[in-house]
C-alpha cells in the first residue's frame, strides 16, 4: 500500500513525465466493481464490492489478497490473504455522514504485487469545509496585493524561434512579482496574425519544472508560468537538482507564518501574470480565463477569486483544499499537512489564509470541473469541500476510475470548455 501511495505522489509532482500520464496497463488487473455504475450512494446506504483478479481477460481463481475498507486515509477494516471464493469476493461498507469509502486490494503473482480500487461517495453533495476562514481574509489579500503592485513588472520578452510556428510567436517572459527581483517567469504564445484575442493564464502542478506553453490555437493568447521565479527554458537537471535540495517540499515553508509562507507570493505572482496579460495591446481587454490541474487546479480558483477580471475557470483535480480536514478525522487535501503529525502553534491560523475552500467561498464566475474518485493525491473528500462552497455556476465531470492523472478525453473536454469561453 505505501508503494503504490508513493508512485501516486511522485507522478503528482511531475517527477515522471508527462505530467498527470495515464498508468500503463498491468499484466495482471485487479477490479473492484461497485453495486452502483455510477459509485454513488445517500448516507446510510450500503454499498457493495465485487473484487476480481484478472490476467489475459480472464478471471484468475485460485489467488488471495490483501484488502483495505473504509473512509479514505481511515479504513476500518484491514485482511490479509483472503481468498477468492469461485474467482469472486464480495465487500460491504456504509457511512453515516457526507464523504468516500474506498476499496483498495492487493493481490500477488509470481512474486509481482498489484493493486486496484474502487472509492464511492456518500451524499458527496453535503461535503462542507473544515478549515476555518479568517474574519479579515479578504483584508489580508487585498493588501498583500496592493502592496505587491507597487513594484512595477518590468517585462522581459525573449522570442524562442525554435518553438514558433507560421502561425504563432512563443515567447519566455519574466516579470516582477512582489518586490524588486523577486520573479516570475511564463511561456507566451501569441498568435502573429494582428487583431485582439481571448487571453488565458495556465497555472502549473506542483514540483518544479520547466514550461512548454499551453497551446489553444491560433485564436487565443496563452501564458503558462512557473512559481519558482527561475527559467523554464533549462536543462532537466537543474529543476530536478533544484526539487531535491533547495526547494524540496516547499510548500511546507514558513507554513506557521501567513506573512512569509512560501504560497504568498505565488498567490500573488498569479494575478501579477493577469496584470502582465491585461496589458498587452493584442488582448481583446475582456475575455480572460484561468487553467490548470492539482496545484494548478487550486492556482486557477485562487487567481478567480482575487482578480474580478478573471470570466472563467477551467480545472482538475484542485490541491490545498481543506488542510484541517485530517484534525476532524477524514482526508484533507495535498499536501496533507496534518496527515502524519498534529499542527504545530501557528500552523491553522496561517494557512486557513491559503486554504482553498476559503477562496471557492468567493468564486463569482462559471467554472469547468473534472476529477475522479479515486485519487490518493487530492482526495476527493477535500475537492467536494471546495467545489460544494462555490455557489455560481459550475459543472464537474467526473471519470471516476482515475486517480490523480487524467485522460486525454479530459484534457480535450477541458480545452474545448475554454474555447467555447473564448467565442462568447
Wanted: proline residues 8%; aromatic residues 12%; hydrophobic residues 35%.
Amino acid at each position: 500500500m505505501k508503494r503504490f501511495l508513493w508512485v501516486c505522489l511522485v507522478c503528482a509532482l511531475g517527477i515522471i513525465s508527462p505530467l498527470y500520464a495515464q498508468p500503463a496497463q498491468k499484466l495482471v488487473n485487479v477490479v473492484v466493481s461497485p453495486d452502483h455504475p455510477d459509485w454513488q450512494y445517500q448516507v446510510g446506504e450500503e454499498a457493495v464490492f465485487t473484487v476480481q483478479v484478472f490476467e489475459a481477460s480472464n478471471p484468475l481463481q485460485n489467488i488471495t489478497v490483501n484488502y483495505e475498507l473504509g473512509p479514505e486515509f481511515f479504513p476500518t477494516v484491514k485482511q490479509e490473504n483472503v481468498p477468492l471464493k469461485n474467482g469472486t469476493l464480495t465487500l460491504k461498507a456504509k457511512m453515516t455522514e457526507p464523504g468516500f469509502v474506498r476499496c483498495r486490494v492487493e493481490a500477488t503473482k509470481d512474486g509481482y504485487t498489484y493493486d486496484g480500487m474502487a472509492t464511492v461517495a456518500f451524499s458527496a453533495d453535503q461535503i462542507r469545509p473544515t478549515s476555518p476562514e479568517p474574519t479579515d481574509f479578504d483584508e489580508f489579500w487585498a493588501t498583500n496585493l496592493a502592496e505587491a503592485r507597487k513594484t512595477p513588472l518590468d517585462p522581459v520578452i525573449t522570442l524562442l524561434p525554435d518553438r514558433c510556428t507560421a502561425t504563432q510567436n512563443v515567447y519566455q517572459v519574466r516579470l516582477q512579482n512582489d518586490r524588486p527581483g523577486s520573479f516570475i517567469y511564463g511561456i507566451l504564445i501569441m498568435p502573429k496574425k494582428e487583431g485582439k484575442y481571448p487571453a488565458i493564464l495556465n497555472v502549473p502542478g506542483a514540483g518544479v519544472n520547466g514550461r512548454s506553453g499551453h497551446n489553444l490555437g491560433d485564436s487565443i493568447i496563452t501564458l503558462q508560468i512557473g512559481i519558482h521565479g527561475i527559467p523554464l527554458d533549462m536543462p532537466t537537471d537543474i529543476y530536478r537538482n533544484l526539487g531535491t535540495a533547495a526547494l524540496s517540499n516547499y510548500w511546507c515553508y514558513n507554513m506557521n507564518d501567513r506573512e512569509k509562507h512560501y504560497y504568498k507570493r505565488v498567490y500573488t505572482g498569479c494575478v501579477r501574470a493577469m496584470d502582465f496579460l491585461c496589458s498587452l495591446p493584442e488582448f481583446d481587454g475582456t475575455t480572460l480565463g484561468v487553467t490548470g490541474g492539482s496545484q494548478g487546479g487550486a492556482l486557477s480558483i485562487v487567481t478567480a477569486a482575487l482578480d474580478p477580471r478573471v470570466r472563467f475557470m477551467a480545472l482538475n483535480h484542485p490541491a490545498l483544499c481543506d488542510f484541517a480536514g485530517y484534525l476532524n478525522h477524514r482526508a484533507g487535501g495535498w499536501p496533507h499537512y496534518f496527515r502524519e503529525q498534529a499542527p504545530k502553534p501557528g500552523e491553522v491560523e496561517a494557512l486557513s489564509y491559503y486554504d482553498v475552500v476559503n477562496f471557492a467561498k468567493r468564486i463569482k464566475i462559471p467554472g469547468w470541473f473534472t476529477w475522479g474518485y479515486n485519487d490518493v493525491v487530492c482526495p476527493p473528500t477535500s475537492m467536494y469541500a471546495a467545489y460544494n462552497s462555490i455557489t455560481a455556476p459550475k459543472e464537474l465531470h467526473l471519470y471516476l476510475d482515475s486517480g490523480h492523472w487524467i485522460y486525454p478525453e479530459q484534457r480535450q473536454a477541458s480545452d474545448n470548455w475554454l474555447k467555447e469561453q473564448c467565442r462568447k
